[in-house]
């Protein structure tokens, strides 16, 4: 036992800090200091902590003192006890779990009453457990010693659903107002709810079956008839594959199941009274667990397997635990019982069997289909029954299985089973690779599907098993190129497909045979077979259109530089191909207005953009550039002369000057898909012949572009492409009448990476302002125009976009940049103070985090539009980066970063993020308590964090 002075300088000590009172608790480890900490002034174990609502979310703190009483209950159960009975109420969780760990640690008698506090609170609160296992613990605990009324309070209250509460579990398609998850209740119906059984058995069936009862009311729907539709969720009740759902409603099935199982074994008059037990409730999963009980304990009485049977609704249910109790059970049965259930078979079904079974359109009608479904319903029933019938059922039962085949699972009413739905080959990739190459081609070609269904072979599994062959010998590929023509477009695309997959791997590859295959594709009718003519999932694609993608996509790898390169040789054939293609009729020419007009809102998928590289005529134009590059390499002409800026090479390649101009020819290009082509390759139309797109730019953009097909192009230019010098030169005219008329500009439309046409506009006119091509005055700029006309979003988007290009810049930004930047900034939040409108319209100058973190600015100048930007947008943006070089500039510039700190709480007051941030906090803290002349400033900043919660800051004051 301490003494009395030991007990005062410690809680002298403890009081000083948080720190101190916190590892005071965590390390002591005798039970004597229990009733001197008690009987304290002001005293300890009075008051636990509540739990904290930080906006949305609450905050459960650990209680120091609770924890050292549940490691003392084992040493000092009684004292413990007394403490804990004596606790105020609280809400905290985590209070609660040490009061569970404590009563596990003493006698069950004295654990007793702490057990039945835990069950008044959890009736009271409907709180959400954090954790349910200590709580099964303590039930284990208080079974085993005897006190089962207490165990069976807290069971119930741990167990119970409240419909009130806002605390709930998701359950099928429902939500079951539940205090554990479903994983935690069915830890709870496992270990100590069998503790719980073998001390009360009957008592224990009773709270669960109450329980059971309860959860399918709940999920019943309102006005629905009173059946549980338990042949659905739970079709077998013992573990069966079939039982598919892992959810509260079925662990109680379970546990009720083993529970009254237990009981039964004990003898024929318990297993009676938990029988009428069963069959007494509502719901028809308790007569089935019954039917269950029936069955596997027919040997401590099989009268009442008999007398259960011997129901004629249960026959007519037909449910599986009724089939299961006939399997096994009927030889036993006496006489009259036997001959009783076989004239129930001998009166056939109900009439309403027969109007719900023939109800199928697909069935046949009439006399004749009815009498067979007679027929198949009294083989299912003899099925159960086949090896223990007389004579004559048996002859019949032989017959209708004669005719009509053995009945699939006899034992399910309704047997779910899982089925392969998709593309199955006949041989595997395996078995192909050892056949020459003739028996390969000779076996695509002559294998037919000789089967019908989701689970047979089909030509599209073959053709993907072969692809997989052919992955893992690429060589192969060029042979059997010579050798496919005339054979399925499925099987050719497959080819083709291997051949992409080798070129992306940079595996040299021989390009003419693939080349002659593709011409001989080009050259066969594209006829589509009507879709109810033939199944594609069975037979493959009928026509060559996604052969002609494939082809594409293999070209994209002949043009690239790498080991997979085509030679020059390959040239002919290639432009042949590509030019082939860019006939083709995909996408429509007559797309319609909307997708010509560039202020429909589409998503990202749906734009030109993604259409231009999933279609055959996009793709193909896609092609055209990269064989113009292609073909700079081939000739050696990839260096620019000094002082040059574009290759000037569509004199060198006229066919690709002839067909860009024929798809820019409104007579024979209509498609917003392919204009969008031409404003992502822009710049490099630029590199190739600047003098030709000067010429064209217009046609492709329009002086005006706004909408249409200009507007396209225009939108997919700005948002596909960073801004270059060279370009602006030729499109300043776009870009000024963009800047003028923002509003007439697409706002919504998205069509890459969630960039629209108006933010990649503002991008692009900051990145040019800070080059100095728009002068040194953002007022009198495209950019001050930009700031003027957009809508708040964008101009958010670009904060964002110029503070995530200072942080990944390398070296230095030049000077001029930044002062430029800076009179960017002063123009930007002087816009936002002269404008009329709510408080909130600061909220986009919060990428300024970004900014403040590149570390490009001067400290002073950086940390006062911090302050500023936090004040008025409440809200930074990168806020872990922020707080990162706010610690470190706090060095030299202490009494801003305090200022910055006291702004950032006030911003973040109802937030997360001052948790998240703390420990950076806690460094600017030390060093402005640390300087006489701000610390009075920084215990300010103190106090306030404490009265937000944040206690432990505190422990940074030394008077505290």
């Not at 719901?283 to 069955?295: G, S």
């Not at 009075?936 to 009265?947: D, T």
Request: charged share 25%; with cysteine.
């Amino acid at each position: 036992m301490p003494t009395q002075e030991t007990v005062q300088r410690a809680i002298a000590e403890i009081r000083k800090r948080r720190a101190n009172y916190e590892y005071f608790f965590d390390q002591l480890n005798d039970p004597s200091w229990i009733i001197p900490l008690k009987q304290a002034s002001p005293p300890f174990f009075a008051e636990p902590p509540d739990i904290e609502r930080v906006g949305e979310y609450i905050r459960v703190p650990v209680w120091p003192e609770s924890r050292y009483l549940a490691r003392m209950a084992s040493r000092s159960p009684q004292d413990v006890q007394r403490v804990l009975l004596d606790l105020p109420r609280t809400e905290n969780a985590r209070v609660h779990e040490d009061i569970v760990e404590a009563a596990c640690g003493m006698p069950a008698d004295l654990a007793a009453p702490l057990a039945s506090g835990e069950a008044r609170w959890l009736r009271d609160s409907g709180t959400r457990l954090l954790i349910g296992d200590p709580y099964g613990k303590l039930l284990s605990h208080l079974a085993e010693g005897g006190q089962v009324g207490i165990a069976l309070e807290l069971a119930s209250a741990l167990l119970s659903f409240a419909p009130d509460s806002d605390s709930s579990i998701r359950h099928g398609d429902r939500a079951v107002p539940a205090k554990l998850s479903p994983f935690e209740y069915q830890e709870l119906l496992t270990a100590p709810l069998a503790a719980l059984a073998c001390a009360d058995g009957s008592a224990t069936l009773q709270l669960i079956t109450t329980l059971l009862s309860e959860v399918i009311e709940l999920e019943r729907t309102s006005g629905s008839e009173p059946n549980d539709l338990s042949e659905i969720w739970r079709p077998a009740v013992e573990d069966h594959e079939q039982n598919l759902d892992t959810t509260i409603r079925e662990y109680l099935v379970s546990a009720v199941r083993d529970v009254a199982e237990s009981l039964g074994r004990a003898g024929a008059e318990q297993l009676a009274m938990v029988l009428d037990h069963l069959t007494a409730q509502q719901w028809r999963i308790f007569d089935r667990i019954a039917l269950h009980l029936a069955r596997v304990l027919v040997d401590v009485d099989v009268n009442h397997s008999e007398r259960l049977a011997r129901s004629k609704a249960r026959f007519d249910q037909y449910q599986h635990e009724y089939v299961l109790l006939l399997q096994q059970t009927f030889r036993r049965f006496s006489p009259v019982a036997a001959e009783e259930i076989l004239s129930w078979i001998e009166a056939g079904p109900s009439v309403e069997y027969l109007d719900i079974s023939g109800s199928d359109d697909e069935e046949p009608t009439g006399q004749a289909a009815a009498q067979r479904r007679i027929q198949l319903w009294r083989r299912n029933r003899l099925a159960a029954i086949a090896a223990d019938l007389p004579p004559r059922w048996r002859a019949e039962y032989d017959q209708l299985v004669q005719r009509w085949g053995n009945p699939d699972h006899p034992e399910f009413p309704h047997f779910y089973a899982s089925r392969f739905v998709g593309s199955r080959s006949p041989s595997s990739a395996e078995d192909l690779r050892p056949l020459s190459d003739d028996d390969l081609v000779s076996f695509l070609r002559d294998w037919a599907p000789i089967e019908s269904g989701f689970d047979a072979p089909t030509r599209t599994g073959l053709a993907d098993a072969f692809s997989e062959a052919l992955r893992a010998d690429p060589q192969r590929i060029p042979r059997l190129a010579i050798k496919m023509k005339g054979l399925a477009p499925v099987y050719v695309r497959s080819l083709f497909s291997a051949a992409r997959h080798a070129a992306e791997r940079e595996v040299a590859i021989s390009w003419k045979p693939l080349l002659e295959l593709a011409e001989w594709v080009l050259s066969q009718p594209d006829v589509e077979v009507e879709a109810n003519a033939v199944r594609s999932w069975e037979h493959g694609e009928t026509g060559w259109r996604w052969t002609k993608s494939e082809i594409l996509s293999v070209m994209e790898y002949a043009l690239r530089e790498g080991k997979a390169e085509a030679g020059e040789t390959c040239q002919p054939a290639i432009w042949r191909i590509i030019s082939t293609l860019l006939q083709d009729d995909e996408p429509l020419s007559d797309t319609g207005a909307e997708e010509a007009d560039s202020s429909v809102d589409s998503s990202e998928t749906g734009s030109p953009l993604n259409k231009s590289i999933n279609t055959v005529r996009g793709k193909a134009l896609h092609a055209v550039f990269n064989y113009a590059f292609w073909r700079l390499r081939r000739a050696d002409l990839c260096t620019l002369p000094v002082g040059a800026t574009s290759y000037q090479c569509f004199q060198r390649f006229p066919e690709v000057q002839r067909a860009l101009e024929d798809r820019l020819n409104p007579e024979m290009e209509h498609s917003a898909a392919i204009r969008s082509v031409y404003g992502q390759w822009f710049p490099q139309i630029v590199l190739l012949d600047n003098n030709w797109a000067s010429l064209w730019k217009d046609r492709i953009f329009s002086s005006q572009p706004a909408s249409g097909l200009g507007g396209v192009a225009w939108e997919t230019y700005l948002v596909m492409n960073r801004v270059y010098s060279s370009v602006f030169d030729m499109l300043e005219p776009q870009y000024e009448w963009s800047a003028q008329n923002i509003a007439l500009l697409p706002r919504r439309r998205v069509i890459s990476g969630g960039t629209t046409a108006v933010s990649a506009l503002g991008v692009h006119l900051v990145t040019l302002f800070l080059w100095g091509r728009l002068g040194d005055d953002p007022a009198q700029s495209l950019v001050g125009r930009f700031i003027a006309g957009a809508d708040p979003d964008s101009r958010r988007d670009v904060l964002s976009a110029t503070g995530s290009m200072l942080e990944s810049t390398s070296g230095t930004v030049p000077q001029q940049a930044v002062r430029r930047l800076i009179a960017l900034w002063h123009h930007w939040t002087r816009a936002l103070r002269s404008s009329s409108g709510s408080p909130n319209r600061f909220a986009e100058l919060a990428p300024f985090g970004t900014w403040f973190s590149s570390g490009v600015f001067e400290e002073s100048w950086s940390l006062t539009e911090l302050k500023y930007v936090l004040r008025w947008a409440h809200a930074v943006d990168d806020i872990s980066d922020v707080m990162d070089r706010l610690t470190k500039v706090s060095d030299t510039h202490i009494q801003d970063a305090i200022e910055v700190v006291d702004a950032f709480i006030d911003a973040y007051r109802d937030h997360w993020e001052i948790s998240h941030v703390r420990e950076h906090i806690k460094v600017v803290l030390r060093r402005a308590l640390s300087d006489v002349r701000l610390a009075y400033n920084a215990s300010r900043v103190v106090n306030k964090l404490g009265v937000l919660g944040y206690r432990d800051f505190r422990d940074l004051v030394p008077s505290a």
